[in-house]
């Protein structure tokens, strides 16, 4: 009888799993936009997109529609019913083609809060697009759930402008016109969205919380300021490129730094980067024995001397770096007007330190810019003060650098421990993103653990590289969801596994201490010989550290640009 009664509960289990697994969130309605007469935008917040909701404070979205493509009705009751109106027109768009875009306003992998009122979206209304804010949990909730969110939404917005593409009252907007955008740990799930369209790793997440299911997660393009990502290989990219910064490390540190950098050589010279002809990148070792030679290592000292030679087109002189400076303490990682729904005003669109909560330690290079420079030749003067690292020709007004080293020790020193994204003490945000959803900081690199066997260390690695998530899923694989040159790369088992963007554009202050050069460059050197990519459009702006980076304009201005630009030269719309 007992076992009849279980074989009975079982059934009754599994069919209630099933019925979860097919159970879909319900549709936008048509009939209960608000309208904000000041911007002309009609709106809605708080939809679920999910079935299975986790969290209501995370886990609904708003969308943002500009106002000339609907026609509302009013319900008596605050509320318009919508319908398309099929002569309106924003920005040269309409409602048919509208680009869509998705900020991801995660820094430090941190949660983003459903909006709970209206947030000022005059300058993407006005350029025609369709904006899609997506509550999404965060790091505290452990990889991949941030992105397994923002998947969901866009497969929750793909059904229900393709279910009713042939209705009056349809959402406007082109769902083969997606794109995402936001900046350091935002910058690096925007980037995730982008590479990891439709990974099929992600497919017992969606269940999980009862996504849209049989439609496409996948996006045509992907804007990342400042990304921080690739976290696989991270560590060791920060001390391969940063090391030759730090002072005061004990012996045992010291150590630990050297040999995650050669391991960090080995990784390269394996990994198969290629230059823009499709000449495989590698690293030799130099005299002093830290790898800093070979075709890779010339390929980034490159990029810093195009970036020291863009601003030197770009600049104007006299030039006041003070000005500057403070201009840059002034950049922000709010892209809307957010309301305090997400904390205070002032925390949901500060400065990025003041929202990410990374462990960072102050770092000063040996040179100090201030004042107002009246040449170019001063400013170099000025770079050149402890010690003649830049040589530049004034006919040309072109510069070149003495090395890698000497630009890191000037400008560039390491800003976080040994251990930049892995701290030994499992304190960094990283740690909390690769916990299992307790809060808690956790192990991830498996590379750090290997050396760090038999010290103090190697217990604490191994017990959390042994841990798995609520899914059964171990740190590993959590890790290959997280990292975008894992389905870029050919040689990574995730390559071709997955529907990437077609359309790219990062920025990086390249004096940021919080991540390598490294990150960005093989982020972008990856994609630019990725079959399924059309366009990169990629720079590492001189002067600026952690902050949204543009070599001249606003980063809005210069976002909507780019996507009027990737449209106009026939933007690929996303497999699926």
Known sequence: MSCRISWIAALLCLTALNA?????????????????????????????????????????????????????????DGTYRCVIDEKGSAGGYRAENAPIVVPVETPGYMAMPALTDYASVKAYADAGFVLVYAGCRGRAHGA?????????????????????????????GSVDRIFTFGMSGGGAQSALMGAAGDSPLYAPYLT???????VSDAVAGAMCWCPITNLDWAN?????NLGVSRTGLSAEMRELSGKMAESYAAYVNAA?????????LTLEQSPDRRWQAGSYYDMIKA?????????????????????????????????LDLPAAGGSRAEASGAIEERDHVVRRSAAGSVTLSGVYRTAQDYIDALNAAGTWVSYDAAANTATIS?????????????????????????????????????QGAHFDAHMAELLDGTEYGPAFAADLAKTDALGVGVQQRLDMYTPLYYLLESSAGFRTSNVASCWRIRTGIEQGDTALNTEINLARALENCERVRSVDFAMVWGLKHVEAERRGSGTENFIQWVNACLAEGAAPPAR
């Not at 991949?144 to 959402?171: N, Q, T, W």
């Not at 198969?272 to 495989?280: A, E, I, L, Q, T």
């Open 20 to 76: 979860v697994a097919r159970a879909e969130p319900a549709g936008i309605d048509m009939t209960r936009w608000r309208y904000n007469a000041e911007d002309n935008v009609y709106y809605q917040l708080g939809i679920p997109y999910c079935e299975r909701l986790v969290d209501l404070n995370y886990q609904t979205l708003a969308l943002f529609v500009p106002g000339s493509y609907l026609k509302g009705s009013p319900n008596g």
């Open 144 to 172: 991949p759930l941030g992105v397994v969110d923002l998947k969901a939404a866009v497969r929750f917005v793909r059904r229900e402008a393709e279910r009713s593409k042939d209705s009056a009252e349809r959402l406007p």
């Open 208 to 214: 999980a919380i009862g996504a849209v299911q049989g």
């Open 236 to 240: 060791e990219a920060y001390e391969w």
């Open 272 to 280: 198969g980067f290629k230059d823009s002809r499709g000449n495989v």
């Open 303 to 335: 990029e810093v001397e195009t970036s020291l030679n863009h601003f030197l087109a770009d600049t104007p002189f006299p030039y006041d770096a003070g000005a500057a400076a403070r201009q840059q303490g002034m950049s922000v990682i709010g892209r």
């Open 403 to 439: 090395g890698l080293d000497d630009f890191v020790k000037a400008l560039k020193p390491a800003a976080k421990a040994v251990g930049a994204f892995d701290d030994l003490g499992a304190s960094q945000g990283e740690n909390m993103l690769f916990g299992v959803g307790d809060g």
